[in-house]
T-cell receptor, first 117, second 110 residues
């Protein structure tokens, strides 16, 4: 089946630094990827839709200058948390649309736990 | 996308069938019912999806009522590894973004 690889799985950084998270579709091409954020004991919240070769579409309330998304190829999207602060500590998850078996579905990466000190 | 409603939690005994209900009374004709699950600290895992016919795969069965206002995910023989949060989502297809609700926490007891 389709596999989405997300890296790193966890990262600890100092306040004020930037962190880049990669999301790769390993055996399929993904023109669209989605980035989610999840706080402890809460559900996933969609942050943005990443489109290959064009600007990402951000959900209301998500700062596009803080969460930079680049989708430069059909297999790679990156999320950069700029000038991270402790309140940005969260579980970040990407997903990509792939085709396998019955039609298309979204596959998810394993997530990245970000801790900002 | 239509809103879905799920009980907050349920449990079942290992080896027994787990029946997870979901209400989606405002679902539109072109919206599918998707089920994903999330084991602690991992990304969601696709389980199954359907439009109006019942579906079965190696993981589960999906039973959709004739009026499509509700559905049930069935794990035929639950194991301890099936303990997770299960999300029922109504969406027009993989082209659309998936909006996650609170899901239902399934606890499988030995």
């Amino acid at each position: 089946g389709a596999v989405v690889s997300q890296h790193p799985s966890w990262v600890i950084c100092k306040s004020g630094t930037s962190v880049k998270i990669e999301c790769r579709s390993l055996d399929f091409q993904a023109t669209t990827m989605f980035w989610y954020r999840q706080f402890p004991k809460q559900s996933l919240m969609l942050m943005a839709t990443s489109n290959e070769g064009s600007k990402a579409t951000y959900e209301q309330g998500v700062e596009k200058d803080k969460f930079l998304i680049n989708h430069a190829s059909l297999t790679l999207s990156t999320l950069t948390v700029t000038s991270a602060h402790p309140e940005d500590s969260s579980f970040y998850i990407c997903s990509a649309r792939g085709t396998t078996g019955r039609g298309e579905k979204l596959f998810f990466g394993s997530g990245t736990q970000l801790s900002v000190l | 996308d239509a809103k879905t409603t799920q009980p907050p939690s349920m449990d079942c005994a290992e080896g027994r069938a787990a029946n997870l209900p979901c209400n989606h009374s405002t679902i539109s004709g072109n919206e599918y019912v998707y089920w994903y699950r999330q084991i602690h600290s991992q990304g969601p895992q696709y389980i199954i999806h359907g439009l109006k016919n019942n579906e079965t795969n190696e993981m589960a069965s999906l039973i959709i009522t004739e009026d499509r206002k509700s559905s049930t995910l069935i794990l035929p023989h639950a194991t301890l590894r099936d303990t997770a949060v299960y999300y029922c989502i109504a969406a027009t297809g993989a082209n659309s973004k998936l909006t996650f609700g609170k899901g239902i926490t399934l606890s499988v007891r030995p």
